[in-house]
């Protein structure tokens, strides 16, 4: 993880609006993504409204606990992953 990246975090941890926010726009494309690829892996039919809610519900997970998960990211992909799948999968299962 960069310093930048750690920097980042500590002023989300610490509840720095604007780094919240800046943390939101540079995953945001990448959760966008895995919330797409994962429903496609499972065929399911999502419309935009689920993926908008999959999508929040990504966010609002990793704050939850007091930053619980948001202590655990190391600034890579297969966290948003690891967040994601189980979301989609839940998703899969109950309106697949």
């Not at 999502?46 to 966010?59: G, K, P, R, S, V």
């Not at 704050?63 to 899969?92: E, I, M, T």
Request: charged share 20%.
């Amino acid at each position: 993880m960069t310093e930048k990246e750690k920097s980042l975090l500590a002023g989300c941890i610490a509840g720095d609006k604007a780094a919240w926010d800046a943390f939101v726009l540079q995953y945001s494309a990448l959760v966008y993504h895995t919330i797409r690829m994962t429903l496609a892996l499972h065929h399911a039919k999502a419309n935009h409204e689920t993926i908008e809610d999959l999508y929040q519900e990504f966010f609002l997970s990793i704050l939850r606990d007091d930053f619980k998960k948001l202590h655990q990211f190391r600034g890579s992909a297969g966290f948003v992953l690891g967040r994601v799948h189980p979301k989609g999968n839940s998703y899969f299962l109950n309106n697949g």
